[in-house]
């Protein structure tokens, strides 16, 4: 059973993309002024923010996000309750996202040549 140390992911996750900063210091500034720019909305609030992007989380299977939105989810203040309800819009949304594109699959049978 996948059962990780998520502290132990998250720091790992750390340390892995300070690698990686040495290795491509653009490709990391881009990201770190995409997520400040992402977060300078005034419409939504922080809590708002992260219980998106936990719901993102699930549905992009990024463990990494999971580990670090969790404990930013935490620290603001969000509760199981709220999380979980995050969580059931996000499984609705990946359930019917793959409705959508079960219909695009057997569109694109009918399309493809042959009998």
């Excluded at 300070?18 to 609030?45: C, H, I, S, T």
């Excluded at 699930?58 to 996000?65: F, K, V």
Aim: glycine fraction near 8%.
């Amino acid at each position: 059973m996948f059962n990780p140390d998520w502290k132990n992911v998250r720091d790992s996750l750390m340390e892995r993309v300070g690698d990686f900063a040495k290795a491509n210091p653009q490709a990391v500034a881009g990201y770190a002024r995409l997520e400040e720019g992402a977060g300078k909305g005034k419409a939504l609030d922080p809590k708002t923010r992260e219980l998106i992007s936990l719901a993102v989380a699930a549905t992009t299977r990024c463990d990494g996000c999971i580990a670090v939105h969790a404990a930013k989810a935490k620290e603001l203040g969000c509760t199981k309750e709220e999380i979980a309800d995050a969580l059931g819009v996000a499984v609705a949304m990946n359930a019917g996202a793959a409705l959508v594109y079960s219909s695009r699959i057997l569109e694109a049978f009918d399309q493809a040549p042959g009998k």
